[in-house]
């Protein structure tokens, strides 16, 4: 997908979170996270990265232009946009997309979003520790995940440098690493589970 970028409006020295994803479909469950992420966190903003496809699944998602409408009827927020800056800045990697985020807008303070099942795998992830050393991670709890995720190995890695559940709104400000875990209202819903029953 091509043309120029055009990042989505954020004021100088705003905390803005990124919620990356295939959102194939967006469903309820990622408005749900991203609303807890803006009360939890800290955030001024959370912007939706819609991405062209997840490195780590062997199967293609549905249409960008298709997921691009979807979110965005989805996720009628003014604090939240949707974008497909992966696409535009032909990023494969988060590490990489993250790292070209913070050349783009320096003036900015972002936090890396995830719910706690990508924690549990995040080791998995092509450069997961530069991730963990470059940008503050807010997880979001997920059924059936929230102790696996905790003693995953990132969690574990990186257990020093996590933050007090009470200390949550400030992780926008603080210095990387730093990571913090809500627990929150639990919502099963989930893409591939749509995908299935034939709702996409």
């Not at 990622?30 to 997840?54: E, K, M």
């Amino acid at each position: 997908m091509g043309g120029a970028l055009i990042l989505p409006p954020a004021g100088r020295g705003q905390v803005v979170g990124l919620l990356g994803g295939s959102f194939d479909p967006p469903h309820l469950g990622h408005v749900a996270i991203t609303r807890q992420a803006l009360a939890r966190f800290g955030l001024d903003r959370v912007w939706w990265l819609v991405s062209p496809g997840n490195p780590l699944k062997s199967n293609g998602p549905a249409g960008m232009v298709r997921r691009l409408d979807a979110a965005r009827a989805m996720m009628r927020d003014p604090r939240v946009s949707i974008t497909d800056i992966e696409a535009r800045l032909r990023t494969r990697y988060t590490a990489d997309t993250i790292a070209a985020l913070q050349r783009l807008r320096p003036d900015l303070h972002f936090v890396w979003l995830m719910g706690s099942d990508n924690l549990a795998q995040f080791h998995r992830w092509q450069s997961w520790r530069k991730i963990m050393d470059s940008v503050p991670i807010g997880v979001l709890a997920r059924p059936g995940t929230g102790l696996s995720a905790q003693l995953a190995p990132a969690a574990r890695a990186y257990r020093w440098a996590r933050l007090r559940e009470s200390e949550g709104p400030r992780l926008g400000l603080a210095p990387a690493p730093a990571w913090a875990f809500a627990h929150i209202p639990l919502n099963a819903m989930s893409s591939s589970a749509i995908r299935a029953k034939g709702g996409w």
